[in-house]
């Protein structure tokens, strides 16, 4: 299947929401997207209210004329089913199909998002109006895929969720007296004697059991998968030519298991709104979506297994031209806009794309920036939006192979659900943040890095960094130590290995499922006050002394990098931690580093090992019990700072100097925020 239909080279353009505007402005607008070199834009996101206007009355008079005049301009389509904005007579008619939150309020419709995917109601009027979309549009030619619904994530807590929550728990344990067990319900009397005393985690009067919530978001993430297969096998059916997705958004509160979700979409799409350190972040939500998209079991829509990084295609469906902070939003500072998007495409996305073409002039994201902005074409907005448009094609022979990988960091999605159970050891804990700085630290030395589950091949990959990665199986630990014995180099850091898949606490010593591969046993976490910074120094005198384990790959065109390689710990650099530390036994393993310094001083840490080694069959793993510093975690790793985003594909570097000051590296030299793509020769 071509991705999308009739694409052979990257994809540039955005939401477009013509419904928003008079008809005169639609053909300014394919006018100006023809300027801009816009090639594909995602039409009727939120269209249903137009669409069907009442209940089985149709109006698609409008969307056939904005589908012809943009097929005329050359434009392709990317169709969306509107089902995340059901209209105000939906919801007035199907009151049940309303949100419930988990204190039992039903939500009214006046926003968007205001649906319960368990409603059978919902169910049958979201495949009714992405059937009629498809029968009216199947022999169009402007579409080149299609988008269903938007940004899955509203929860609900009704009964028809609550009925759907148990058929799913069924599924899962089998017998109560599983459940019952999986969920530790002999705590505070939960115990359950028949399924329909089992609700979804509603409001309760204190902790809620960590186990139904963890559970339950494994559930919602099921049968938000469940309503979009729903949709896709109409679309399928009536255009087997379409590749259909739908666009996944970052963040803690999502319900989607994305990873689940790539076995499902013909291509995975994400939307990234970077805020705090837009480079960073930027790379991390790139290579996340590559992670997702690259899983082998997946299969390959259009390219051959070459190793991890291969996989189906990833596409950034939605960005901003501004950043939004959270308090304000800022404007991209001259050629942000474009340095972002070639991160997005360097690290293998089908192009850069949008939320939105033209900013709105009214409704609830009226602030929300376009690519043509309030103030019109005459803009520095637009004219770097036609810039970028330009240079997009020119990249196609750059994006033919695959990205190279020095390095993966394990995430998982249920590990980071699991670790934002109320009544951890610490509120502060989080595996997505753990796996942000372990990516920063490979990000700013030059390291690409696959961000891929536990369960992945790691064969491939001469170092493996594992961020606090709290919940764990036994096959995926098993995994772990076959890497390990095979040769590799496994990072582990604090809170890894911890709690059993039901999100029960491994018993005997933490990091329980890990603590044989890694030589140790912890007996007891030490959380550490903001105030508290912790010395980390070379044990001495009669520890061992540093030994470089597996380097990591060199980079040939940096030949002003070294890597002494992971494990280092140079006897004469005391390190810092902080946030976290533990009292770590060896049994097996060396101590790299041990804790020291005024803060440990009549704790039981003073002089115990904070950094270990272990060699594992032909292979070394390592544990950090506490948080380092980017610096102090990139010394750990035998890393010199590369001064320039840097990604390699086959015979291609991307170079991006994201900073204020002049770059030479790999033979280049880059003015501030310059960028280079060029043949490696
Ligand atoms: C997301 C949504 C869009 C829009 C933007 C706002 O990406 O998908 O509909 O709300 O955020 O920037």
């Known amino acids: 299947m071509d991705w999308p239909r009739g694409f ?14 008079p008809e005169e402005v639609w053909k300014e607008d394919v006018e100006l997207m023809r300027r801009a070199g816009v090639n594909l834009v995602s039409v009727g996101v939120f269209s249903w209210a137009r669409l069907e206007p009442a209940p089985g009355a149709y109006d698609f008079g409008w969307l056939d004329r904005v589908l012809d005049l943009l097929h005329t301009g050359g434009i392709r389509v990317n169709l969306a089913t509107p089902t995340a904005s059901p209209p105000p007579w939906f919801g007035l008619a199907h009151p049940d199909a309303r949100t419930v939150t988990p204190d039992g309020t039903r939500l009214t419709h006046g926003s968007r998002d205001t649906y319960c995917v368990h409603s059978p109601a919902y169910r049958a009027a979201s495949v009714r109006i992405a059937r009629a979309l498809a029968e009216r549009y199947r022999d169009h030619p402007a579409p080149a895929m299609w988008h269903v619904h938007n940004e899955y994530g509203t929860t609900c807590h009704c009964d028809h969720a609550a009925t759907a929550f148990r058929t799913w728990l069924q599924a899962r344990h089998g017998t109560l007296e599983a459940l019952n067990d999986a969920w530790t319900t002999s705590f505070w009397s939960q115990h359950y004697s028949a399924w329909e005393q089992i609700t979804t985690p509603r409001t309760t009067q204190y902790l809620p059991n960590p186990a139904q919530v963890l559970d339950f978001r494994r559930f919602v993430s099921d049968a938000m998968l469940d309503h979009f297969r729903e949709q896709k096998a109409v679309l399928r059916e009536l255009t087997p030519d379409l590749p259909i997705t739908t666009n996944f958004v970052l963040g803690d509160w999502v319900p989607v298991n994305q990873r ?22 930027t790379a991390f939500a790139a290579d996340l979506a590559r992670g997702w998209a690259s899983d082998p079991a997946h299969g390959s829509a259009d390219a051959p297994a070459q190793g991890p990084a291969t996989g189906k295609p990833w596409l950034l469906m939605e960005q901003a031209v501004v950043t939004y902070t959270g308090p304000r939003m800022l404007a991209k500072r001259p050629g942000e806009i474009t340095r972002l998007s070639l991160s997005h495409i360097a690290r293998g996305s089908r192009g850069a794309m949008f939320f939105q073409w033209r900013a709105s002039r009214g409704g609830a994201e009226l602030w929300h920036a376009g690519m043509v902005p309030h103030a019109g074409p005459d803009s520095r907005v637009f004219r770097e939006i036609c810039d970028l448009g330009a240079l997009l094609p020119t990249l196609k022979d750059a994006c033919a192979a695959p990205v190279e990988a020095g390095a993966a960091i394990l995430w998982d999605v249920e590990a980071n659900w699991a670790l934002q159970a109320p009544g951890l050891p610490s509120t502060e804990l989080n595996h997505t943040e753990a796996a942000r700085q372990a990516h920063r630290v490979l990000y700013r030395h030059g390291v690409t890095a696959d961000l891929v589950p536990p369960s992945a091949d790691l064969s491939a990959y001469p170092l493996v960094l594992v961020p606090s990665l709290y919940l764990i199986c036994d096959a995926d630990a098993e995994n772990l130590r076959r890497y390990v014995s095979g040769g590799g180099t496994l990072v582990v850091s604090y ?8 999100a029960r606490v491994r018993l005997g010593g933490y990091p329980g499922a890990l603590r044989d591969l890694l030589g140790i046993r912890v007996e007891e976490f030490h959380p550490l006050p903001p105030e508290v910074t912790l010395t980390l120094s070379a044990p001495s005198p009669n520890g061992s002394g540093p030994r470089p384990a597996a380097p990591v790959p060199t980079e040939a065109e940096t030949p002003t990098r070294s890597r002494p390689g992971a494990g280092t710990f140079a006897s004469e650099q005391a390190e810092t931690g902080t946030f976290w530390s533990e009292h770590v036994h060896l049994e097996g393993a060396e101590a790299l580093a041990v804790y020291t310094g005024p803060h440990t001083l009549g704790t039981p840490l003073s002089g115990r090992p904070a950094i270990t080694r272990h060699p594992y069959g032909s292979g070394t793993a390592l544990y950090v019990s506490t948080r380092l510093t980017d610096d102090g975690y990139a010394r750990l790793l035998g890393l010199e700072p590369a001064p320039v985003e840097l990604v390699r594909r086959g015979d291609w570097l991307f170079a991006i100097n994201h900073g204020d000051e002049e770059q030479q590296v790999a033979g280049l030299r880059l003015p501030p925020g310059g960028f280079a793509v060029r043949a490696r020769g």
């Open 260 to 281: 689940h979700w790539a076995a499902e979409v013909d291509l995975v799409a994400i939307d990234h709104y970077p805020s705090a350190d837009p480079p960073a972040e």
């Open 8 to 21: 052979g080279g990257l994809c540039y353009g955005g939401d477009y929401n013509p419904e928003q505007w």
């Open 495 to 502: 809170l890894s290995g911890v709690a059993d898949e039901h």
